[in-house]
């Protein structure tokens, strides 16, 4: 075989080698652009429109949360009770310094004794801004925590709130579901024929109340609304007064409250 020959073998065979190294560059750029282009559109433009979805409808994911959760409260005989129209996320401590910052007050625990002192103070119109509340059944246990606050000089009025704590939390955090009425008159209840408070039928007023006042005392750091929460728009609580709301639910999360002070004791010599 000639020189010539030779010579043309070997430039075929290095033209081939370059397009195959060629064609190889050329799909592992090909590969790179399409990686590159993966991490940008899942790692940056997915999440974008994700979050622009969820800005625009926020109740989105929050109502899957509390689709199931109970609606109305319970009494101690089974009656249906007040209507949840309120949730709070935040620890027990958030709720109480939320709460407190909001000139709430805590109502003392339902006792004989307490029973005694808030039905003198009615009969002798005497101011009682921690006057007990009766017990309303959630979760088949009684209230966690009731906060009121007083109108005039007796406790025959009252606006007043009671709160459960769920099993459910939202970014680690408790979630609570909360009763909010409006105590308008003591009288006879219209299914025991007891004595008690007769509530206010607008139960969002309460509900549009307790949001405002943490909002004024700057305790809220997010507030969502529930569209459709409540399925039935009115109804009877255990006393038998009537009650309607326009079947939203105010999803409050609170502020972190700051670390309870502790005091160190002195050092013993």
């Known amino acids: ?13 290095t033209d081939s080698k370059q397009a195959s190294d060629a064609k190889r560059q050329s799909r592992i750029r090909i590969a790179l652009v399409v990686l590159v282009l993966w991490a940008i559109a899942a790692y940056l433009f997915v999440p974008l429109l994700w979050r622009a979805y969820f800005a ?8 899957a949360i509390f689709d199931g959760q109970p609606t109305i409260t319970e009494t101690g005989d089974g009656h249906p009770g007040d209507p949840i129209n309120l949730a709070i996320v935040g620890s027990d401590r958030d709720l109480v310094v939320a709460m ?9 625990p339902l006792s004989f004794d307490s029973s005694v ?3 003198v103070d009615s009969v002798f119109r005497r101011p009682d801004e921690h006057a007990p509340v009766s017990s309303l059944f959630l979760f088949k246990r009684k209230q966690d925590f009731a906060f009121e606050q007083e109108i005039g000089d007796s406790p025959r009025q009252r606006r007043h709130v009671r709160f459960w704590k769920s ?3 939202i970014d680690g955090r408790p979630l609570w579901l909360g009763a909010a009425t409006l105590d308008e008159r003591v009288g006879l209840s219209h299914t025991t024929a007891q004595v008690t408070h007769h509530i206010a ?29 409540h399925k039935t728009l009115e109804g009877k609580n255990g006393g038998g007064d009537p ?5 939203r639910l105010a999803v409050i999360e609170l502020v972190p409250a700051p670390p309870a002070k502790t005091t160190t004791p002195p050092a013993t010599k």
Request: proline share 4%.
């Open 117 to 119: 002192r808030i039905a």
């Open 243 to 247: 009650w309607k709301t326009d079947g």
């Open 56 to 63: 625009v409808d926020p109740k989105a994911d929050a109502a």
């Open 1 to 13: 075989m000639s020189d010539r020959a030779n010579d043309t073998m070997t430039d075929h065979t």
């Open 167 to 169: 099993s459910m939390t």
């Open 201 to 229: 039928p607008n139960v969002d007023e309460m509900r549009d109340l307790i949001v405002s006042d943490l909002e004024k005392a700057k305790e809220v750091e997010r507030l969502k609304w529930i569209d459709g929460f």
């Open 100 to 108: 407190n910052a909001a000139k709430w007050e805590p109502a003392d």
